[in-house]
């Protein structure tokens, strides 16, 4: 028999390659499929790789005969039916800490990027101007930053504003 997993919603390429290497028959598809598609294209595949979009409806869990395993490559697992999978046998996962570091360094570059004013001075350098002044600008070293859930992600901002010098509330 040979394993066969799908992966929607353009799950990183490695995904497909490691699986692969491993004697797996891969399917990579770019988006979403609706809940009809999604039930139809399971037949016969044994996991599925999702994101966010995807539903996995218990409509849909119930259709697949063969699945054993759906793996939320994302945060949260609330697009998926977890009562259905649990009476059907099927293994969910999800990657909890995934992005956790990246939202983070996103929020304090935006925040470095509103303070400096770093988006009127590259539209100004991309018609050619060069000012010289700082006049607005800020540093945001010795600033309090207010966290407000600080869960994961809330924390790795924490950590990252701390290092930055900023005064942390949460």
Known sequence: MTFRVLLLESIHE???????????????M?????????????KGVHAVGIRSKTQMTAAVIEAADDLMAIGAFC??????????ATERGVAVFNAPFSNTRSVAELVLSEIVMLSRGLADRSREMH???????????REVRGKTLGIIGY????????????????????
């Not at 490695?14 to 990579?28: H, T």
């Not at 770019?30 to 399971?42: F, K, M, N, P, Y």
């Not at 990252?160 to 949460?170: D, K, Q, Y």
């Open 75 to 84: 945060i949260g697992t609330n697009q998926i039916d977890l009562d259905m």
């Open 127 to 137: 018609v050619g101007q060069w000012r010289k002044s700082a006049k607005g600008a």
């Open 14 to 28: 490695l995904a497909r390659i490691n699986l692969a290497a491993a004697g797996i028959e891969v399917e990579l």
């Open 30 to 42: 770019d988006g979403a499929l609706t809940e009809s598609e999604l039930a139809a294209r399971l």
């Open 151 to 170: 869960g994961h992600i809330g924390h790795q901002i924490g950590i990252i504003a701390e290092s930055f010098g900023m005064r942390v509330v949460f």
